[in-house]
């Protein structure tokens, strides 16, 4: 597997979403914001890129790395 993986937009994007209700847990923990980080994490846990994808953890590991709010690949490219 390359060091890079172009991952669907929606996967990344729901990377990202993961990573923003996983801070609004943190900061404010409450019933709302847990059911918000399971509902994401189930979504993302489902998606149907899974199903094709040869190492599993090897490619959420780089999508954890791509989506990171801190990372170049989270922000969107210009046209």
């Known amino acids: 597997m390359s060091d890079s993986i172009d991952f669907p937009a929606d996967l990344l994007e729901?990377?990202?979403r993961w990573y923003a209700a996983e801070?609004?847990?943190a900061a404010g923990p409450t019933e709302e914001a847990r059911s918000a980080f399971a509902a994401v994490g189930a979504e993302l846990y489902a998606h149907p890129y899974w199903a094709?994808?040869?190492n599993r953890h090897e490619a959420e590991m780089k999508l954890k790395q791509a989506g990171r709010p801190d990372s170049d690949a989270s922000r969107p490219s210009a046209a």
């Open 52 to 54: 094709g994808v040869g």
């Open 23 to 25: 801070a609004g847990w």
């Open 14 to 16: 729901l990377q990202r």
